[in-house]
């Protein structure tokens, strides 16, 4: 149980186009749901924390411009990348809690991510 | 505010070798604890986890032991392999609160 999906795992664009990543829960309801950007050797760097229903909370230095996040339902959180650059180039990786699945307690269940290259 | 601490790597081990990387936390309540692995490529998978102190969290031979008196939660197993060559994460969290992560540590094992 406690599985999360991302799609695609991994995405080539060219530059200037707009690249959506979808996270999903499987067989959870996902009360929040948190995005990650992970640089080659670096550890994962959070970008935006989302809650079902509501804005996200962008973190310091993240554009919201630039990083659209759309929590549309419980199961189901997008990363939209608009007008994509190269330096958007990296790991994304999706990661959900929730708050009243047995046993998980504080626990995040993380997706597979995504790989973005931006040509 | 809350934040992990972890061993600098990376780490090369010979198979058989024992291995330890070091976690400290720093938290102003009752945090969980966990361990994560990363293989190349993909995403981060639960090692282990430990929600109170004195909890011992255990899987595929690893263990890490929470000590809120030293704040630590050092990941240990007694022969690694092969396989475990991987990123290792220590990551904390509280409720309502997102999940801290350590800078992580490269562990290598050689035959």
């Known amino acids: 149980g406690a599985v999360v999906s991302q799609h695609p795992s991994r995405v080539i664009c060219k530059s200037g186009t707009s690249v959506k990543i979808e996270c999903r829960s499987l067989?959870?309801?996902?009360?929040?749901m948190f995005w990650y950007r992970q640089f080659p050797k670096q550890s994962l760097m959070l970008m935006a924390t989302?809650?079902?229903?509501?804005?996200?909370?962008?973190e310091q230095g993240v554009e919201k411009d630039k990083f659209l996040i759309n929590h549309a339902s419980l199961t189901l959180s997008t990363l939209t990348v608009t007008s994509a650059h190269p330096e958007d180039s990296s790991f994304y990786i999706c990661?959900?809690?929730?708050?009243?699945?047995?046993?998980?307690?504080?626990?995040?269940?993380f997706g597979p991510g995504t790989r973005l290259t931006v040509l | 505010g809350n934040s992990v601490t972890q061993m600098e790597g990376p780490v090369t081990l010979s198979e058989e070798a024992f291995l330890t990387i070091n976690c400290t936390y720093t938290?102003?309540?009752?945090?969980?604890l966990f361990w994560y692995v990363q293989y190349p490529g993909e995403g981060l998978q639960l090692l282990l986890k430990?929600?109170?102190?004195?909890d011992k969290g255990s899987n595929k031979g690893f263990e890490a032991t929470y000590r809120k008196e030293t704040t630590s939660f050092h990941l240990e197993k007694g022969s690694v392999q092969v396989s475990d060559s991987a990123v290792y994460f220590c990551?904390?969290?509280?409720?309502?609160?997102?999940?801290?992560f350590g800078a992580g540590t490269r562990l290598t094992v050689k035959p």
């Open positions: 990661s959900a809690r929730s708050v009243g699945l047995a046993g998980a307690g504080n626990e995040q269940f």
């Open positions: 067989d959870f309801q996902a009360t929040t």
């Open positions: 989302s809650n079902e229903g509501s804005k996200a909370t962008y």
């Open positions: 938290a102003t309540g009752y945090p969980s």
């Open positions: 430990a929600t109170k102190a004195d």
């Open positions: 990551a904390l969290s509280e409720p309502d609160n997102d999940m801290r």
